[in-house]
Structure formats: C-alpha cells, structure tokens
C-alpha cells in the first residue's frame, strides 16, 4: 500500500532555472521578469537572433518558434540557425524580417538548455508600442499633438504663449 | 505607434540536473527564476504500476506514466505546471520542482483503493445428455459331439481338418471435437475535454462556437447563446485532447459597451476581452483543453468584476472505462459415435478323421461342431454437449480521486517501574523474590530480598496477562499479601508460612503500577 509522499517546502536562494540580462556598463538592465511584463504593450518583431555556448553541442538542438495561427491554433516552427564561423566561442545566428518572429507573451522560443549549462541569448527587436512623442510632426496634418488637441477642443492655449512670457519677463 | 529598434539579451543557466526545454518569451512559465522548491522524497517509492496523483493548487490530478522515474518526469512535466528533476542527497533520491506561483502538495504514487474492478463472470453449463446402450447377445451354441472309439490294430490315420472363420467387422466412426473458441473485444473510451458557456451578460449574444476551427458538439443548451443562459458541450470528436486550441466565439453582437468575456482554461489561466459595440468574431488563443476539468467561457456585464479565480468543475480523473468481453464458446456438438460390431467367427469345424485300417476294420468318426457366432454389439449413442458459452465482463472504473492523509502519532511512555512492592505496614514478612510470567522482576535500587519496613519498586519486561509469583519469608503468621493488578483488580493471600503465593491473570501494562502489598492481619 502506497503512502502519500508529502513535498518538503524550501527557499532557494537562487533559482536553479535562471534567465536574467547580463551585467552591463550602465548597470543591470531589465530584468526577465519585466521584459514579460512589457509583452502585450511592446510587441517585439526580432530580426536576428543569436545564441551562444561554451560548447557547439549545447547550443546545436533545434530552436522551434511556437506561436498561433488567426484561429488560435498552436503552430510551432523549426527556426534554422546558421554557426557563426567568426565568434571566439561556440555561436550560432538566425536572420529573419521583424514581422516573422513576434514575441508577444503567448509565443514562445523553444529550445533545449542542458542539465548545468549555461546559454548567452541575444536578439535585434523592432519594438512597436502603442504611444506618441508630444512634438511629433508626423501626424497627417503636419502639427504635434498639443495643436491637435487645441483644434479638437476649439480652444488655442498656447497661442501667443512665447509672446507672453517676453512681456512679463 | 511608435517603433523603436533595441537589443535584447539574456543569460540562461540551467542548474538542475535535467535538460530543459525551456519557452523563451512566454509568460507563465512557472519554474524560471523561481526559489521556492517542492520536493519529494521518492527512494522507496514504488513505481512499477504507472499510475498515482499528484496535488497542485488544491487539485488532484492523476498521472499516468511509464513505469521508471524518467517516466514519471515526463509525466509530472506534461501537467503544465512547474519543470519536475530529480536529484539524489545522501543517498536518498528526490523529485522536485521550483515555482513560486503554483503549491503542491502529496504525490501518491501507485495508490491503492482508487480502482474498482467488478468482476462478473458468468458461465453457462452445457447439457449433457449421455445413453450408453449396450447390448450383448450370448452366443448360441449348438454342439453335437458323436464319439466312436473303435480300437484297431496299428492304425493308419489320415486326418484333414477344415476351419473356416467368419470375418470380424470392427466399425469406428469419430467426430473430432473443434477447438473452443474464444472471442475478446476490447473497447476503451477515451474522454474528451468540456466547456461550459454561461452568459451572465446585460446584452450579449453569441451565435456560435468554434474550437481548434471545428464546430462545437452542444450537449445541452443551444446557441445562440444569450444572457442569463447556460450552454455545455466538448470540443468536436475529431480533435486532440489534450491540447492548445483556439477558441472562437462567433458573431458576438453587444449593444452595450464595457461588457467582457472572460475564458477559464482547464490549466486556471484566464483570459479577458472587453467587447466592442456591434458583432464581431472573438477569438482566445491558447486554451488549454484536458481532460479533467472544464473549460469555462464567462460572458460578464459592463463593470461586473471577473472572477479570477479558477472554478474548475471537478476534480474526477479521465473518465476511462475499458471493457473486456470475453466469450468462450464450447463446441457446439461433440458428438462421438463409436460402432462396434465384433462378429465373432462362426466357427464351423469338421473334422474328418479317417482311419484306415486293416481290412476287417473302418471306422469313420465325424466330429462336427458348430458354434454359432457370438455377436457383441456395442452401441455408444449421442454423448450432446450443449454449447458451454463462458462470458466474462471487466469494467474498470476510476473512481474520483481524493486524498486523504491523517497522521495520528501517539506516543507512550511506559513506567520505569511497573511493581511496586509496598513492606511497611507487615510484621516481619521479607520478599525474596517476585516474578511476572516466570521472570524475576528486577529492583530498580537494591536488591532482594525487600524486607519489613521497606519499599522496592521493580521493572520488568514482562507485560501482558500473567501470573505473578511472591516468594517470601517470615515466622509470624496472620499476614497477608495482596496484589493489586494494573486493572485495580485484587488478590489477596494469607501468610502462614514461608511459601511462594501464585496470584493468576494479573494484567501488566507498564501504565498503571501494579501494588504488591504485604500487610498485618489476614486476608
């Protein structure tokens, strides 16, 4: 007869599955856990991956790009990475147009890490985000946003405002 | 929009003892930068049934696996949940996982009392009819003998002899017995996964459903689905459960802004999208179908709050049900039918003696016998089988599985000494010894003997129903020794002379002391 086995419950002081971004000049950057956290207002369109390992075979397995179709289906894609003849260490690359691969919290980039490996993992993203800068002239009419929002409320605030401040300065 | 180009980049170390198959960029992955671990100590599991349950977040789920501990890695991995290794300490070999999002609790491995197997076997005896006729009709024998002995003088014989046999007929006729046949059918059910869709909405409605792009089969209600309904159903037949589909909501008409729809998968992720005034299509990507809990589609009014957490239907386990027939089919008709006819010979023997002799003398003797056949007639009729069909149904049922673990530890403290003999209140009796089923009780401080005026505790390892012996000493007479047993219950004996008193089914438990008491005065 089977007895059941009850879980023994500790805290790690560090995780024995680890994603984080490497140390850098400026300090740490975001971590893993805020980049996951940006997916849905940042869509990230990467452009060419990059993957790298002390040795070849820990980096060789396939890399398989998951994500789903129009009707939600789950598909998953074998990305075909090229070695990168002209690293000092084992690496591999893979090239591809920013509106192929998009990382948007559902999809996934799905490849094996070995039992005590560790793996560097880069990418190019075009991040598209849902925003505006205030003075972009980019809009149809040729104004920024502030003249937008006078024109649409029928008020002009800011006429005249530099004339203002030289005559009360 | 806006766009901007950046470069991203990670660090990944795999610290486990496991290779791991890890899903970059997706979020809920449960065991990356997780510290909180789970483990389980599996060295003396047993794992050679394939089957157990698992807790996590309060919900049982049932496991099924090959049966080694690579196996129910690959097993525990494909819940869902956190990314289960092993690892071995000292020794001992454990199962653990890393994830601060979900709790888990029991793993049961190879649980007894979750099957149930009725068993209904019945068998329906052939008839057998047997008749055996047997016949045998006596020989009739005709015998004539004519004996005329004429004695000569040197003789001159010549004799011929004729026999003639009858031929033996000797039929056989066998009907060989077929092989019983058997047949088996087995059919196993698999489960399919379950949605429920309860429309909770001020002005929703939805005409139709589509799951992995099949149509939906509606097992009660029907669509369109409006509000204050409820429409239940599965996926269609054709799909794969379980598995990640898509699921579509078609034609969802609102005339009121705000109002939301929210999906609860079987894995308790949720997803929410408020619906736009109009009819539009809506789609939820990655629903998780199983075959354990429902997937629940929750159509919500303007401002209602949505409840987050996961109202999973049941904890029951795949409904699997197997069913073995088995019929056993005796050959329908054994008939064997042996015929023998054994005609005996009919032996007709004349024997011609003739002799020759001298002149003045002929005698002719003729001996003719004739047996008449003897005819043994042996008929074996009709030994009819009636067809034995033997039928035996297995169904399997696994029952719901619940957990249940109570931990009762009791601890007992047995007395240092469980006798006592008490010698203050005799004249001069002195107890030489004292035993419990025949082994000496041993004196925690001195030794014996214990004489008037003292008190000895004593140990023993004795405990149970047994006799108590007293060896005592003394020269007064008008004594008495009583021994009172850990169940209160008292034997009295008087002293006359130096002796050893017996007090029979004293009962020593090590918790209650047992008093041997030596006092003045008879019993």
Redesign the interface.
């Known amino acids: 007869m089977s007895v059941p086995i009850t879980p023994i419950t500790t805290t790690l002081i560090a995780p024995v599955i680890s994603v984080s971004m490497p140390l850098q000049v400026t300090g740490i950057g975001a971590s893993y856990s805020q980049f996951l956290q940006s997916l849905g207002t940042y869509n990230y369109g990467a452009e060419y991956f990059y993957i790298a390992a002390s040795t070849l075979p820990e980096i060789g397995q396939p890399v398989f790009y998951n994500h789903f179709d129009a009707n939600g289906n789950s598909i998953s894609v074998f990305m075909p990475f090229a070695v990168d003849p002209y690293q000092s260490r084992p690496a591999l690359f893979y090239e591809t147009e920013s509106d192929q691969i998009i990382l948007t919290g559902l999809s996934s980039l799905q490849f094996t890490v070995y039992a005590g490996k560790t793996v560097y993992f880069k990418f190019f993203a075009t991040i598209a985000y849902i925003g505006n800068e205030l003075d972009d002239r980019n809009l149809p009419q040729g104004d920024n946003l502030f003249e937008e929002l006078e024109k649409a409320e029928g008020i002009s605030f800011f006429d005249d405002y530099c004339n203002y401040l030289i005559d009360n300065e | 929009?806006?766009?901007?180009?950046?470069?991203?980049?990670?660090?990944?170390?795999?610290?486990?003892?496991?290779?791991?198959?890890?899903?970059?960029?997706?979020?809920n992955?449960y065991?990356?930068?997780?510290?909180?671990?789970?483990?389980?100590?599996?060295t003396t599991?047993?794992l050679s049934c394939g089957t157990?349950t698992i807790i996590v977040n309060s919900v049982t789920y049932p496991l099924s696996y090959t049966a080694t501990l690579t196996g129910l890695i690959s097993a525990l991995n494909a819940l869902g949940f956190g990314?289960f290794?092993t690892e071995t300490i000292f020794g001992s070999t454990y199962i653990y996982v890393?994830d601060d999002t979900n709790v888990?609790?029991?793993?049961?491995?190879?649980?007894?009392g979750i099957t149930t197997t009725t068993t209904t076997t019945t068998t329906t005896a052939g008839t057998t009819t047997s008749t055996t006729t047997s016949s045998t009709t006596a020989p009739s024998t005709t015998t004539t003998s004519s004996t005329t002995t004429t004695t000569t003088d040197i003789p001159t014989t010549s004799t011929t002899s004729t026999t003639t046999t009858a031929p033996t007929t000797s039929t056989t006729t066998s009907t060989t017995t077929p092989p019983p046949t058997t047949t088996t059918t087995s059919t196993t059910t698999s489960c399919v996964g379950t949605f429920t869709l309860i429309n909770n909405s001020g002005d929703l409605d939805i005409s139709g459903m589509?799951i992995?792009?099949a149509s939906v089969i509606v097992t009660s209600g029907s669509f369109p689905s409006t509000p204050a309904t409820t429409i239940n159903g599965t996926p269609d037949t054709s799909l794969t459960i379980p598995?990640?589909?898509?699921?579509?909501l078609t034609s969802v008409t609102s005339g009121i802004a705000g109002q939301t729809i929210t999906v609860f998968d079987s894995l308790g992720n949720s997803q929410t999208q408020t619906i736009s005034i109009g009819t539009n299509n809506i789609?939820?990507?990655?629903?998780d179908f199983n075959c354990i809990t429902t997937v629940q589609i929750v159509c919500n009014a303007a401002g209602a709050t949505t409840t987050t957490s996961t109202t999973t239907s049941t904890t029951a386990p795949p409904t699997s049900t197997t069913t073995t027939t088995s019929t056993t089919t005796a050959p329908e008709t054994s008939t064997t039918t042996t015929t023998s006819t054994t005609t005996a010979p009919e032996t007709s023997t004349t024997t011609t003696t003739s002799t020759t002799t001298a002149p003045e003398t002929s005698t002719t003797t003729t001996t003719s016998t004739t047996t008449a056949p003897e005819t043994s007639t042996t008929t074996t009729t009709s030994t009819t089988t009636a067809p034995e069909t033997s039928t035996t149904t297995t169904t399997t049922t696994v029952a719901p599985t619940t957990?249940t673990?109570s931990t009762t530890t009791s601890t007992t403290t047995l007395l240092a000494a469980p006798l006592r003999v008490e010698n203050t209140l005799s004249l001069d009796i002195s107890v030489s010894d004292v035993t419990v089923n025949a082994v000496t009780a041993t004196p925690l401080t001195g030794s014996y003997p214990i004489p008037a005026g003292e008190n000895r505790d004593l140990t023993t390892t004795q405990f149970g129903t047994y006799s108590i012996t007293v060896t005592f000493t003394n020269t007064i007479t008008g004594q008495r020794i009583t021994v009172t047993d850990s169940n209160g219950t008292s034997q009295c004996q008087t002293v006359n002379t130096s002796s050893t008193f017996t007090y029979t089914n004293c009962v020593v438990n090590g918790l209650t002391q047992v008093l041997i008491l030596c006092e003045d005065g008879v019993c």
């Not at chain 2, 065991?31 to 599996?42: G, H, L, P, R």
């Not at chain 2, 888990?104 to 007894?112: A, Q, V």
């Not at chain 2, 789609?283 to 629903?287: D, E, K, S, T």
């Open positions: 929009m806006a766009l901007k180009r950046e470069l991203i980049q990670f660090t990944i170390v795999n610290s486990t003892d496991c290779d791991y198959n890890i899903p970059m960029f997706q979020q992955v065991s990356i930068n997780a510290t909180t671990k789970y483990s389980w100590d599996v599991a047993v157990g990314f290794c890393v888990y609790g029991d793993l049961d491995l190879c649980p007894s589509l992995g792009g598995n990640v589909y898509g699921l579509q789609i939820f990507n990655g629903v957990t673990t």
